[in-house]
Each structure stands twice: as structure tokens, then as C-alpha cells.
């Protein structure tokens, strides 16, 4: 090593993260981590980097300052094309030679580094490091390049001069001169590492970030991960695994808090080539390959331990990328950085901001989405970087895939449709950067859209990003956070049943979910009736089976598959308000809903009112559903069991007797879900007469109550809510229903128990929203876009019944509430 002032090469164990200046960001990076983080468990392949001395000395050393200067003046000057002056520059850096001290450096730590791995000519990686990588208002990543599989000294040299050569690439020089950067003020050090197998059998590799990339909900990790090298993870040539897991529990053993797992196509590989001509390659992936996840159970979490250890050293989110040996099995991290989007978003923690979609066409594609917002615009199909030039600024920009080289014209677009890629590809990353609504990994966006169509494209509905046929109605919000006042005795929760949306409502100061339905997931995740995944092997529907067959793949036992993506998209819930409580009603389908699963009509009896039928709790305990409702509890007992989320409230539907109630905590008992153990409560949606009437006699086996307002004013008013000829009849203002609600209310504070209300009411009609809290309701819970107004609302009554009791010296304010109601109506 050169023990010098201003050494050439230097290991990059000895260096740290503040030696940007030196090494650039990325291989600063990685020395800090083997240096600071190696006792922490963290591994990192040993390697060396040469300096931005050593790249100075090198242009010292073949005259290239002044004839660099020369050609990018000529450009500047438009005395000649981008294309010809790149060129021109990186022909002069590859007929450079070595100063010979340089040269020596470079082979002298190259062959140390092989004597440790114990081998000669040890393969190695040889990856770009800019000096200005990386800086709050600027980003370099991604734009020079990265040489695997390099073996021998000669090649390692040539690797490195290129290495010099792409800081002068095309959309280098371009992205310099735009952000007003001296073009030779930049100098480049070069990483070497010892090779990550990812590329032999079992090998794989991905990119992992310490917060969710769109919501910048800061308690998760998110994992990408495909067979082969990284590249493909990170260009967005290919549909990656994805998982997620929730931080705050990672850390306590035995728990196993992973909280989706999404399985990608995963259809291509990269693998080594012949490193004289073509050093990577893609090759298909088996069928194997596709259908089976790329990380184990312990993998994921183990690589998500990581990432909570480096982020905690680094003190702020992190995106690392992440490789495994096929030959050893043994997982590395190659790379970390500070994530820079929502870092640099001010006003994130003190704004709101919502879209809303409204009267819009058919789905015309789908995939990942990218960002929260929803645009509509004009399609303008790109099948080629060859053709950018005929993209129309301020379109909707339609293409298979992206790299650097599309930067110019997504800067342009309104939105971006990609056909490849997932969550953390070239396409996702650059698009959030700029702010730019994005649907990734659509798979036939290039095949269904065309130039010239019309489209709107929102990203507004969770993590699945849609294209509507059509310009759509667009709505926004903004809502200042900070001017929310707190509620004194009244919570405001929110009704939540689409996991896949869950992260975007992490910052609403809320008290917990009042309503998580179990029978959205089933539907729109599920999507099979859990009885056809019980008696799986003897359905004679050949299509349902076949369907099943498909969604299943991994799964040889059936019903698991129930069990496992259920447990996941409450946990999902769950994590966005933890510890808050999270109510999960259990299943409430009526017989026609079940019967619309897929399997379903084999279990699902014929009923002629299946609103009053054979509904939410008399399923449980009986023959034709006990099997699907024991599938309900293993998944609500590895929710708080196995993740740890034991803000997990149960809560039953449709209890229509005290009996019931004991036949049904006892069918949950049986299924090892026991009231109280553990802090295990369980509610009761109160939405039938005989709920209120009896509500002190079912306080003996609840904890706490929701007032399901539309069945309770439907069964106490005798109305159907479908019906159009009664529709002026159905009032959950009415007085009967207001008496009802009000006496649960009273029973429910008598006895000690919590009371709630899950309903849309509070949300539409103020004065109904001041009833209860004059009547003494403990929560109020609505749909998100209403969470404001209502928290309003309930501040407001709030004081307005505190003034009014001071006044007065009354203790009972509701009467107050019920001459208000009167001369309302």
C-alpha cells in the first residue's frame, strides 16, 4: 500500500464514511460498515479502492486536463455533439497509461486481496465511486459503470481505466452540466471486491430499504430479491420478490413479524458470461425458480436485522443492496447509502396530501405503483431509448423498461408506465426522485396502450397502481397536521380494510382502526372460499380447483395459504398505528357473498334474505363453517402470537343471542385464541335490537362494543337498506335508533366496557356526530378521507359541551343533545 500523504490505493477496511472527498460515497460507505459494523454481524466483502489522488495522477500523467477541457468547450460551445465529444473523452482515458506506481499499487493490493481469499486471480467486482456522489440536492448513482466477474491483473487494469472513463459517459457529462457542476472537478475512485457468487445455482440478490419507498412509513423494511446478480433488481428488467417487515418487533425473539410477502415472475437471470466479451448475461429462469420464493423466513429477517443495525449507525433510512452466495450460502451486503427521497421532504411531517379518483373508466392495466398521486394525460409509446426523441413533453410516458438514459424525457413526462421492474428498479427510484406518478412492472402496458389514448393513472390507491381508460375526475386535500387539536374524552379511529393502502395513512394522528373487515381481504386477497381450501381434494368444480391450484403454488397444504395471507394483511394493518388498537371484525359475508368465492357455491346453502340469514357469528360454531372459521383464529393466534401484534382486538358480528356468545368463545377457545390471555379482547358488533336490549348481560363475555349503525337502524326500523322505495325511511337519526344507541352507550359506561361507532353517519351529519359524544361514546371511527372533518367536529362538541356544563352545572348534557335533535328534524 502506498503509505504516502496522498495514497493511490488504500484498503477499505481503514476507511470511513467522511472519506467522500477521498473515495466517493459508495466505497466510503462500504468501508465504514466493515470497518464500524463488522462486530455488529454485519458482513461485507473485503476489497480496496483506489483515490481521487491516484485519478488525478492519472490525468496528470497522460495530459488530459487541458485536452478534456478543449473537447467539452467544443461541446459547450456547440462546436460539436454530446455523442462525439463523450467519446472523444473516454477514448482518451482508455489509451491512457499507468503511472508505474499507480500500476503497482493497484497490483500489489489486488494480489493480497487473492493471497486471503486463498486463491490466485480472484474474481472480483470493479464498481465506479464518484466524489460527489450522493450530496443532498444531487445524485450520481446508477451513471458509471460497474465490471463483474474480472479476473487477473491485466483485466483488472482495463476494468479500472474504464471505470475512469465512464465518469465521462453521455448522461454524465449531460446530468453535470445541467446541475452546473465544473466537468473536472469531479474525480472517480474505483471499488475492487471479492465476487459475490449470486450467480451459481441457489445465488441471488436485491435491494433493501429501512422505510416504505412510497409512504416513507418509517417503521418497515422493504426487501427486493431475485435469482441471479443484482443488476436486473435494480434496472427493473425483472419482477423481484417482495417482502416486508415491521422494525419495531424484529428485534424481540422469537417473534417472525413479517408482514407481506409478495412473489414476483422472477422470468430471467442474471448470470457471468465470458468476461473477454460479454461479462453478464440473462438466461430464463426454470419454473422452479419462479414459483419459489428467492429468500427463506429466516433470511428475511436476518437481512432485516441488518438493516436495522445500519440504519441505527447511520442515524436515518437506509437503501442497501444485498447479495447471496450460491456456492456458500451465505448472505453479504455490497453496498448502503442514505435514502435521500422523503429525507429531503420538509413538509412531509406537517401536511397531508390525498387524491382522490372519481368517475373513472375501466382498468386497462395494473401493477406497482410509484409515488400517491393520479394524473391523467395523453400516452406516448417509447419502445426504445433509439426513439426518445419523438416523446411529446407532457405526456404520459409508456415503455418496457428504463436506465439513465430516459432521464431527459421522464423529467418531461406527466407519468410513467413501465412493463418491467418492481418497487426499487431504475424506473421506481428515478420517478420518486422527480415526484413523478409511476406504475411499474404493468407486464402489457406496451401491448394494451397506445399513442394518443387518453389515460389516467393513479397511484392514490395503495401499493397497486391502476390505468384507467379516460380522463377521470381528480381530486386533492391538503391538510395541515400540526393545526389538528387533540380530543379530550372521544377517540377518532379509522375504518381500514385495504392492507395494500394501509402505509399511506400513517401520519394521521389517530386513536388505533376502528374497523379492519376480514371479509375485503378474503375477497380481494384470498379470493378462495376457506372451506374449498379445507376439503381441497374432494371439489368437483375441475374450474375452481384449477383456479385454487394456481393461486396456491408453494402451498401443499392448502389451507395455510388462507392462514398466511390473512395473518399478513392484518398485520399490515396493525403496523401502521402500533401499539394503537387495531379492531379485526371476523368474517361477515352473507351466504350469496361466500358463495361468489371461488369454491364457494359447493359450501354455501340457497337463502332467500341472506341479510338476516345464516351470517356472522352462527357460522362459527357451525358444522358448515366450523373448519373455515378455525382457519379465521390460526390466523388471528400467529397475528399476535408469532408477529407480535398484540394490538389486535377481536371483535364478532351478528351475535344475536347470549348463548351464542358462549358457543362462539368457545368454538375461539378451542382454536387457541382464549379471552384475556395475553391481553386478548374481544368485542361485539352491537347492530341488533337484541344486542341493546340484553347489553348488560353480553358485557359478561365482551370487552367493549361497536355500534354497527346501518344494521341497527335497518333491524329497529324493519327497512331494508337496499330497498329504493324505503330509502326516504332509512335514518340512522331517527329516534328509535337514536334510543337504541344511546342505551347501549349508557350500559356499555355503566359496566365499564368500551363503546365505539364503525359507521359512515358521524361523517355525514354533524349533529349526529354531537349526539354521541354529548351521549358519551368512547370512540368514533370512520373512512380516512373523513378523519378530518370528524376530528373537528369532535373537538368542537367537545367544547362546546364543556362550556355548556360550566355554565349550567348540569352533568347530564345529553339532554341538551336531545332538544338540539328535535329542532333539527
Not at 231 to 242: A, F, I, L, R
Not at 443 to 451: F, I, R
Not at 763 to 786: K, R, Y
Request: negative net charge; proline residues 4%.
Amino acid at each position: 500500500m502506498d503509505s504516502s500523504d496522498n495514497p493511490l490505493v488504500i484498503e477499505l477496511g481503514q476507511l470511513r464514511r467522511g472519506d467522500v472527498s477521498l473515495v466517493g460515497g459508495k466505497n466510503s460507505s462500504l468501508g465504514e460498515m466493515i470497518s464500524q459494523l463488522g462486530t455488529a454481524g454485519i458482513p461485507v466483502p473485503r476489497g480496496f479502492a483506489t483515490t481521487s489522488h491516484a485519478y488525478w495522477q492519472y490525468l496528470e500523467a497522460n495530459h488530459l486536463r487541458e485536452a478534456i477541457a478543449a473537447l467539452v468547450a467544443d461541446w459547450q460551445c456547440r462546436r460539436s455533439t454530446l455523442a462525439e465529444t463523450g467519446q472523444a473523452v473516454r477514448s482518451l482515458f482508455l489509451h491512457g497509461r499507468w503511472p508505474a506506481d499507480q500500476e503497482q499499487a493497484i497490483r500489489t493490493a489486488y494480489r493480497e486481496l487473492s493471497r486471503r481469499a486463498g486463491t490466485k486471480n480472484l474474481h472480483v467486482a470493479v464498481r465506479s465511486s464518484a466524489s460527489a456522489e450522493d450530496l443532498p440536492d444531487a445524485s450520481f448513482a446508477g451513471q458509471q459503470e460497474t465490471y463483474l466477474n474480472v479476473s487477473g491483473e491485466e483485466a483488472l487494469l482495463d476494468a479500472c481505466r474504464r471505470c475512469f472513463a465512464s465518469l465521462f459517459t453521455d448522461r454524465a457529462m449531460n446530468y453535470r452540466q445541467a446541475r452546473g457542476f465544473d466537468p473536472l472537478g469531479i474525480a472517480l475512485s474505483v471499488g475492487v471486491q471479492q465476487m459475490v457468487r449470486s450467480d451459481a445455482v441457489g445465488g441471488a440478490a436485491g435491494v433493501m430499504f429501512t422505510l416504505d419507498t412510497e409512504s416513507g412509513f418509517d417503521q418497515m423494511v422493504l426487501i427486493n430479491a431475485a435469482w441471479g446478480l443484482g443488476e436486473n433488481v435494480v434496472q427493473g428488467t425483472v419482477d423481484p420478490d417482495e417482502y416486508h417487515l415491521f422494525k419495531p418487533l424484529l428485534a424481540r425473539d422469537p417473534l417472525r413479524p413479517i408482514i407481506k410477502k409478495a412473489r414476483g415472475s422472477k422470468e430471467i437471470k442474471m448470470v457471468y458470461g465470458d468476461p473477454a466479451t460479454t461479462p453478464t448475461r440473462n438466461v430464463p429462469t426454470s419454473r422452479a425458480e419462479r414459483d419459489a420464493w428467492v429468500l427463506s423466513d429466516e433470511e428475511i429477517l436476518t437481512l432485516g436485522r441488518w438493516g436495522c443495525i445500519v440504519e441505527r449507525h447511520y442515524g436515518c433510512p437506509m437503501d442497501l443492496e444485498w447479495a447471496r452466495d450460491g456456492e456458500s450460502g451465505q448472505l453479504w451486503v455490497v453496498q448502503a447509502r442514505p435514502e435521500t427521497v422523503h429525507s429531503q421532504r420538509q413538509d412531509a411531517a406537517s401536511s397531508f396530501k390525498t387524491f382522490q379518483v372519481k368517475r373513472r373508466g375501466r382498468v386497462l392495466a395494473k401493477g406497482v405503483s410509484v409515488g400517491d398521486a393520479a394524473v391523467s394525460g395523453r400516452v406516448c409509446l417509447i419502445e426504445t431509448a433509439h426513439d426518445i426523441d419523438r416523446f411529446v413533453p407532457g405526456s404520459v410516458l409508456v415503455t418496457k423498461a428504463t436506465d439513465p438514459d430516459w432521464v431527459p424525457i421522464m423529467k418531461q413526462a406527466t407519468a410513467l408506465i413501465t412493463d418491467h421492474g418492481g418497487r426499487t428498479s431504475h424506473a421506481a427510484i428515478v420517478s420518486r426522485e422527480l415526484g413523478l406518478p409511476a406504475v411499474v412492472g404493468a407486464g402489457n402496458a406496451t401491448y394494451v396502450l397506445h399513442t394518443g389514448r387518453d389515460v389516467t393513472v393513479s397511484c392514490a390507491e395503495g401499493d397497486v397502481g391502476f390505468i384507467y381508460d379516460g380522463l377521470a375526475d381528480i381530486s386533492t386535500q391538503v391538510v395541515d397536521l400540526a393545526s389538528l387539536p387533540p380530543s379530550r374524552a372521544t377517540g377518532v379511529m379509522v375504518n381500514l380494510a385495504n392492507p395494500a393502502a394501509a402505509y399511506r395513512w400513517w401520519r394521521l394522528p389517530v386513536d388505533g382502526i376502528g374497523l379492519a373487515r376480514m371479509e375485503f381481504v378474503v375477497a380481494n386477497s384470498i379470493q378462495i372460499h376457506p372451506m374449498a381450501l379445507v376439503h381441497f381434494e374432494h371439489l368437483k368444480d375441475a374450474d375452481a380447483k384449477q383456479q385454487i391450484a394456481r393461486l396456491t403454488v408453494g402451498y401443499d397444504h392448502k389451507p395455510d395459504y388462507f392462514v398466511d395471507k390473512l395473518a399478513q394483511a392484518f398485520a399490515a394493518l396493525c403496523a401502521v398505528f402500533y401499539p394503537k388498537p387495531a379492531i379485526i371484525r371476523m368474517s361477515d359475508f352473507k351466504t350469496n357473498e361466500y358463495a361468489r368465492l371461488i369454491g364457494g357455491e359447493a359450501f354455501e346453502p340457497h337463502e332467500e334474505n341472506p341479510m338476516i340469514g345464516f351470517r356472522g357469528a352462527s357460522r362459527y360454531y357451525s358444522p358448515r363453517y366450523r373448519e373455515g372459521f378455525a382457519l379465521e383464529c390460526r390466523a388471528i393466534k400467529r397475528l399476535r402470537e408469532t408477529m407480535g401484534f398484540t394490538n389486535a382486538i377481536v371483535m364478532i358480528p351478528f351475535c344475536r343471542t347470549v348463548h351464542e356468545a358462549e358457543r362462539v368463545l368457545e368454538v375461539m377457545r378451542d382454536n387457541g385464541l382464549v379471552r384475556g390471555d395475553a391481553g386478548l379482547q374481544v368485542y361485539m358488533m352491537c347492530e341488533i335490537p337484541s344486542n341493546v336490549i340484553l347489553a348488560s348481560a353480553f358485557t359478561r363475555y365482551f370487552d367493549g362494543f361497536s355500534i354497527g349503525s346501518n344494521d341497527l337502524t335497518q333491524l329497529t326500523l324493519g327497512i331494508d337498506r337496499d330497498s329504493d322505495e324505503l330509502a326516504d325511511l332509512f335514518a340512522e337519526q331517527d329516534e328509535a335508533v337514536l334510543w337504541m344507541i344511546r342505551q347501549a352507550i349508557a350500559v356499555a359506561r355503566q359496566k365499564g366496557c368500551k363503546i365505539g361507532i364503525c359507521g359512515q353517519g358521524p361523517s355525514d351529519h354533524p349533529e349526529f356526530a354531537q349526539f354521541l359524544v354529548e351521549a358519551g361514546i368512547s370512540s368514533i371511527s370512520v373512512t380516512p378521507d373523513s378523519f378530518f372533518a370528524v376530528k373537528k367536529r369532535v373537538v368542537a362538541c367537545e367544547e362546546a359541551l364543556s362550556r355548556q356544563t360550566a355554565l349550567s352545572g348540569e352533568t347530564d348534557a345529553a339532554h341538551y343533545h336531545l332538544v338540539d335533535i328535535h329542532e333539527a328534524a
